[in-house]
């Protein structure tokens, strides 16, 4: 910023030079006219219009540095505005510096919209990085702490220690800016220890070297994630037990009232073998049910072979004998995968479409096609379509009475454990489902 004291100064040595440089431009007529006034013989009256005219000089020579001067002035309060970061000010245009003065506006007119679009960004920015749960921070060039996002203050327990301005060392995180840019390891923080996700960066500001720090608590993100698969575990191991033990619960209690009876009623044979026949038909779905989790749980690694597509697509159609299926044959096409575990998931697939397709005697179509690097069999039926839920990828997740919930998830389990994909949508060419199963060419 410019001292005021010095910034008049210069305007009043401007004033000066501008009134000086009009007296030299009228030097040379004065000089002449006292030469001719010398050189006269009859100057005795003459000298009444000589002194007029050098007053109108001096008259119009201030008229000329006031308006030399005050556009002058103007554009030096505009440009003094602009520097001090007010960009309301404008000036008039209509003045010897006009065009000057216009180009003046218009910049403080950008300068005003770029300085608000400015502070959007950086309202949006601080609210972004009041609202990451990693820990951003940015260290200067000697590797001190400039700025830490509201995550960071809790890692660090800023309320206790206040971290700006301390250095890197003296916050215990020199090492993490050293090494590979992005990696996971164990580290022990004030407030917190566990596996942490690491990623450094340089960074330039101002013409000047930095560092940005981004810590990612991954072990808290892991546990919430294991927490939360242990709570849909439990909501549908709860809710399947339950509906098994409800009714053994019931005819247990109604055959033990019935035992108790003096004497026996004649028909007390047909209700006990009812009775055991309902409590063992519970048992069984019960042991299905777990048993359809155990084969999630100990799904092995995929033993990965060359397989052919169209022959195990064929193999797996017909497998299935409630409905014909329509195979489509495509080009040739090989994959790297387990054979039986394809096999699987190609049989889920088509007994999954039969279900559907069953109640109104509808059709299934088979086919295989090469997209991109990829390797893609379809199932589609004209059936009802997909159910309109998210879960259908869910494990123990049906739509159907006596569903188990695993054929899907299952499916899905062994597409990923190639690489690969399953995607379950309705057809848009006509009514029913379509299902896609995809693996990488090698």
Known sequence: MLDPARQSGRMARFERRVLIGGLLVALPAWLAIMALLIASSHVGWLWV???????????LLHWHQRHVAYPVYTLSGLLEALREGDYSLRGACNGALGETVYDVNALAEKLKRERLQFEESTYLLRKALAALDSAVLVFDAGQRLRLLNPAARRLLDDARRPALDLSAG????????????????TYEFPQRSGRFEIRHAPLWRSGKSGWLLVINDVGRVLREEERQAWQRLLRVLGHEVNNSLAPIQSITGTLATLLAREPLPNDWRDDFKSGLGIIGHRAEALTRFLSGYGQ??????????????????SKAAKLEQRLPIRIEPGEPLFASADPDQLEQALINLLRNAVEAVLPNHGGISLRWYREASRAIIEVADNGLGPPSSDNLFVPFFTTKPN??????????????AHDGGVTLVARTDA????????????
């Open 431 to 442: 009514p029913g489902a379509v299902a896609q199963l995809w693996l990488p060419l090698p």
């Open 49 to 59: 219009p000589v002194a007029v005219a050098f007053a109108l000089t001096l008259l």
């Open 296 to 313: 999630l749980a100990r799904l092995p690694p995929p033993q990965r072979q060359r397989v052919d597509i169209a022959e195990l697509a």
């Open 403 to 416: 569903g188990t919930g695993i054929g899907l998830a299952l499916t899905r389990q062994i597409a990923e």
């Open 170 to 185: 003296e916050l215990g995180l020199a090492a993490l800016l050293e090494g590979p840019a992005s990696r996971v390891l």
